[in-house]
């Protein structure tokens, strides 16, 4: 009996085809920060898919009507876990009228949960949080005098990630401060599909120069142009 | 402030009196508005600059044309990176923080309490924000400051002798400072450490919530 495993061909031709795994009602994780590292094509492609009812996992859940922003006014999410609102007006209003609900969790947290998830660990103590409302409901304990408490992985049926350069086999290289999230991201999801700006032949990364493993990544979906929207662009005169 | 008329520091003053607490070779995270322009007043190579959504080593805002979107601090905005810099993803750079291996963060503050907690991220009864790096950061870093007004719009104290705001964490902060001086939260009330030019030691007390000594 032949089998075909998970990490044969990953290279899908359209965003469309990226995102057919899709279904109403998944905890859906994504990767960037603010709008730097979004996986922009995805986005806009889970809207033209059509699910709905969604779990979101990001850290800012979109801003200035742009990025997961779109997912808000589409009326497609039910819930979002992130760590910080902001300006994120689309998000607010919907919070306060109760079309979503938000689980506000500490940043590092946030990615301790994907991280944890990833490397197979159920739940992990942190110090972040302690003494504070972070701590109603959540076991403590204390390690040598002081007190930690207890927090669970976070896994994700689909993860969107956008990386700089993808080889075919999902190997990954991120650029600057757009790597943020996508990483941890990655390693936690049943799924997950990598939004590249670069795809290069298998063997045209060098091993040490990888970030992540393509162990992590199931579908690869080439999108060479971006929009790559500032939210404040603070420049100094040139002398 | 309507009473007469002590010279208060400007954001500017605090940023430079921050810079002075920061020691050549070490690490520091500052935080979004106000702290972040501390680094206006550090001699190039002082310190080395960490941003909780991913690098260490921010240098100076780009040349107007050079920005790019995917190259921001943790408050958005564009950002260089020095040379030796290095980039890193967002469990990595919370590892660092969580695990101590950042210094100082100085971070803006909205109360302080006497047992040096701080309270940053939301306002009762306001607008949730949300809560982003700051609990981490003042649980995770070795030293914080924090720095914010001495008081509030409506001349509110904002150093306490307990926070009435939700925590952002327990007895972390070792440092305020505000447009009146910089005081160190003692237990039981304020050290003046310092006070700003023709501040009485009087007027810092009005306008404190606990005791100074």
Known sequence: ?239 | MTTPTPTLWSTEDMARRAAREIAAGSIVNLGIGLPTQVADYLPEGHASLHSENGLLGIGPFPYDGDEDPNLINAGKQTITVVPGGATFDSASSFAMIRGGHVDLAILGAMQVSAAGDLANWAVPGGKVMGIGGAMDLASGCRHVIAMMQHVTKKHEHKLVATCSYPLTAARVVSLVITDLGVFAPSGDGFRVVELAPGVTRDHAQACTGAPLA
């Open chain 1, 1 to 239: 009996m032949t089998t075909i495993g998970r990490h044969g061909h990953k290279v899908v031709a359209s965003v469309a085809d990226a995102l057919a795994p899709l279904e109403n009602g998944m905890t859906i994780l994504v990767g960037g920060f603010g709008l730097s590292g979004n996986p922009e094509a995805l986005i806009r492609g889970v809207i033209e898919r059509g699910v709905r009812d969604l779990t979101v996992v990001s850290n800012n859940a979109g801003n200035l009507g742009k990025g997961l922003a779109l997912w808000l006014r589409a009326g497609i999410v039910r819930k979002v876990i992130c760590s910080y609102i902001g300006t994120n007006e689309d998000l607010h209003t919907r919070m306060a009228s109760g079309e979503v609900t938000v689980e506000i969790t500490p940043q590092g947290t946030l990615a301790e949960r994907m991280r944890a998830a990833g490397a197979g660990i159920p739940a992990f103590y942190t110090p972040t949080g302690v003494g504070t409302v972070v701590e109603n409901g959540k076991d403590t304990k204390e390690f040598d005098g002081r007190r930690y408490l207890l927090e669970r992985a976070l896994r994700g049926d689909v993860a969107l990630v956008r990386a700089h350069t993808a080889d075919r086999f999902g190997n990954l290289r991120f650029w600057r401060t757009a790597r943020n999230f996508n990483p941890v991201m990655a390693a936690a999801a049943r799924l997950t599909i990598v939004e590249c700006d670069h795809l290069v032949d298998t063997g045209a990364l060098d091993p040490d120069d990888v970030h992540l493993s393509g162990i992590h990544v199931h579908r690869i979906v080439h999108v060479p142009e971006h929009e790559n929207a500032f939210e404040y662009r603070t420049v100094r005169k040139r002398p």
